[in-house]
């Protein structure tokens, strides 16, 4: 089925107002390349989100699956090459929990590789006139967990996942000091997600899967 599900974040710490969350929200319905989109708002809540997630993975059985978050500081949108087996939270989650160098899976690998386009998504987002790279770091909070158990989930199917990392929205980046840091509207971000969603299930290339992921 030509399905594609993107997730975005619930509220957590001073992000109240979580914008990936609300592009999942946004797109949710849409068609982009051929594809329906579902968009899903995942808890920021180390025990809640696996079962969340799977649930959704389950219910659509995507060819693609987006997993987005906001990542206040970075200058531009940014598609994460790896994720690693490991939960070492520098914040609470929204229940209070502070894993440290505890893993994401018990019996899973040290890491997986993204197997979206990456490459190709970035040049479409130039091409576009939107800034954005790839990120060789997803952190190790809440992003990185379910960016890992994204693939893990899939691995054993066909489909090709990875995460998505945005910048603070502009009302956000006011609130962060002086100077502030970067920051991107709402609608800007939404066609990052749009893009990628797009050139993620158009494109034909090597799906390499070193170590589970294809860099293309």
Not at 12 to 26: H, L, M, Q, V
Not at 67 to 88: F, I, M, S, W, Y
Request: proline share 9%; with cysteine; glycine share 10%.
């Amino acid at each position: 089925m030509n399905r594609v599900l993107v997730t975005g974040f619930g509220p957590y710490e001073d992000e109240a107002d979580n914008p990936s969350g609300e592009i999942a929200r946004r797109i949710d319905g849409a068609r982009i390349g051929g594809y329906d989109v579902i968009g899903r708002v995942l808890p920021v809540d180390t025990e809640a989100v696996r079962n969340v997630l799977e649930e959704a993975i389950d219910a659509t059985r995507p060819k693609v699956v987006l997993v987005t978050g906001v990542a206040p500081g970075r200058a531009a949108p940014a598609l994460e090459r790896v994720a690693v087996n490991v939960r070492d939270f520098p914040i609470p989650d929204i229940a209070g929990r502070t894993p440290v160098d505890r893993p994401v899976v018990g019996d899973g690998p040290d890491a997986y590789l993204t197997t979206l386009p990456v490459k190709a998504v970035v040049e479409a987002w130039r091409a576009a006139g939107i800034p954005g790279y790839v990120s060789n770091t997803a952190g190790t909070y809440l992003c990185n967990q379910t960016f890992y158990l994204a693939r893990h989930l899939s691995d054993h199917t066909s489909a090709r996942a990875g995460m998505l990392h945005i910048p603070a929205l502009p009302t956000r980046a006011t609130e962060m000091g002086s100077p502030p840091p970067p920051s991107m509207s709402l609608d800007a971000l939404e066609q990052a997600v749009r893009l990628a969603v797009s050139t993620s299930v158009l494109h034909v290339g090597p799906d390499l899967r070193v170590g589970g992921g294809a860099i293309s």
